[in-house]
């Protein structure tokens, strides 16, 4: 059960949640989803607000599904924006690797943002004070939300109910990420949560045994970083699949080898022709029933 001054959009998993909160310095919101979805964004705060304006944009972290958005609701309510202070230098020189734009075929509008926040800090929001927890694996500058009055984890990527985010830093040589991913969750157990509000997917109320999942996952991709870089190749093609809509499966092999983070991550761990990588994302995400074959194209089949 969620206060009545806040208000959950679960979106489709192109596009991160946004928590909308309303009272003390005016309306804020946690993360802007992605950029295709901008004006789908703007016309919930609309409705949501009733015409009103919105005060203040969080995020959690910056990649494109959580931050993508923000230029937009910028322009339209000229709200003041924060952001981890791990990601402002990323911001500032807009580093196409590091915040997985165009290295990975996702997009974003550049923005400006008006302050930070670090782990340690408290942040009012909708009449709630939230505790700044540091949530570093999928990425390493990223933060969750903790109100311990409410017992509302805003878990961003850390948490699903079924998972968390791909752990990008792990695959491309940081021997750490996978310990700082397994920190993160048990910060997660150690704190009183009743609800937890995720990035992606429905919001849920115990965290055990989404915890249990997510600790046998993680201990699955530590013993086997390849089990993970097939993973991760599969998400990022459902990802380009969600915003594009549809991919000739005769260019699929070129597309593996012209995008960076693709072909990188195949010549690190999957090390298949561009041909067979091709061949087995059609066929495993095929079989997944992910996507399917629409003429020549492949199409998704999972919510955008």
Same mark, same amino acid.
């Given at each position: 059960?969620? *206060?009545?001054?806040?208000? /959950? ?20 919101? /946690? ?16 409705? #949501? ?8 944009? /969080? ?11 923000? &230029? ?7 709200? !003041? ?22 290295? #990975? ?30 949530? *570093?694996?999928?990425? *390493?500058?990223?933060? +969750? ?56 997917? !429905? ?6 045994? #989404?915890?249990?999942?997510?600790? &046998? ?15 991760? #190749?599969?998400? +990022? ?7 594009? &809509?549809?991919? *000739? /499966? ?55």
């Amino acid at each position: 059960m969620l *206060p009545e001054q806040l208000q /959950v959009f679960e979106r489709g998993w192109l596009s991160s949640n946004n928590v909308l909160m309303r009272g003390g310095d005016g309306a804020a919101l /946690v993360d802007s989803s992605y950029v295709a979805h901008a004006p789908q964004t703007l016309a919930l705060l609309e409705h #949501a607000l009733g015409g009103g304006r919105l005060a203040r944009l /969080v995020n959690t972290h910056c990649h494109s599904d959580h931050m993508g958005g923000n &230029r937009a609701i910028q322009e339209a309510h000229g709200c !003041r924006t924060t952001i981890p202070a791990g990601e402002a230098p990323l911001i500032d020189r807009w580093d196409d690797r590091e915040l997985v734009l165009g290295f #990975a075929d996702q997009r974003a509008d550049r923005f400006r943002y008006d302050d930070t926040i670090a782990p340690g800090d408290t942040l009012r929001l909708g009449d709630i004070d939230w505790q700044v927890l540091p949530a *570093p694996g999928h990425d *390493p500058h990223a933060v +969750m939300l903790y109100a311990p009055q409410e017992r509302i984890l805003i878990s961003a990527d850390a948490l699903w109910e079924d998972g968390f985010g791909v752990i990008f830093p792990a695959l491309f040589g940081d021997v750490t990420a996978f310990a700082e991913t397994r920190a993160t969750l048990e910060s997660i157990a150690r704190i009183d949560v009743r609800t937890v509000i995720p990035g992606h997917g !429905r919001v849920f109320g115990a965290a055990g045994p #989404a915890l249990e999942r997510a600790f &046998r996952r993680l201990e699955g991709y530590d013993r086997d970083i390849t089990r993970h870089a097939r993973h991760a #190749a599969k998400v +990022m093609i459902v990802f380009a699949l969600l915003d594009k &809509r549809r991919l *000739p /499966v005769a260019r699929l092999p070129r597309y593996v080898e012209e995008v960076g983070f693709m072909r990188e991550l195949n010549a690190r761990h999957l090390h298949l022709t561009p041909e067979a990588l091709a061949e087995w994302l059609v066929a495993d995400l095929g079989r997944s029933g992910t996507i399917k074959r629409d003429g020549d194209d492949i199409v998704p089949l999972v919510r955008a």
